[in-house]
């Protein structure tokens, strides 16, 4: 088993989270603190957690701008 862990930081951390929750399965675990998400990624092959961790910094990009676009 491998693991991969992704630390992102935003103001609006909380939400972000929330977008990404219907995203979780078994091999994700995510925790906010404060500011900070700590996503950590479980996978059988380095194929999997490369393409599972690019999965969600693309849809961390696309939460990002959605919030950001909303709050102007």
């Known amino acids: ?3 991969g862990v992704v630390v ?3 103001p609006k951390a909380r939400s972000i989270l929330d977008s990404l929750r219907p ?3 078994a091999e ?3 925790k906010l603190s404060r500011d ?4 950590i990624v479980k996978a059988t092959s380095l194929r999997t957690l ?11 990009q696309i939460a990002e701008e959605t ?3 909303l709050l102007e």
Do not use: F, G, K, P
Request: net charge negative; proline share 0%; glycine share 0%.
């Open 8 to 10: 992102y930081e935003h």
């Open 28 to 30: 994700i675990v995510m």
């Open 67 to 69: 919030l950001s676009n």
């Open 50 to 60: 490369l393409a599972t961790c690019d999965d969600l910094l693309v849809n961390l």
């Open 1 to 3: 088993m491998m693991r």
């Open 23 to 25: 995203d979780n399965t």
């Open 36 to 39: 900070r998400i700590t996503i």
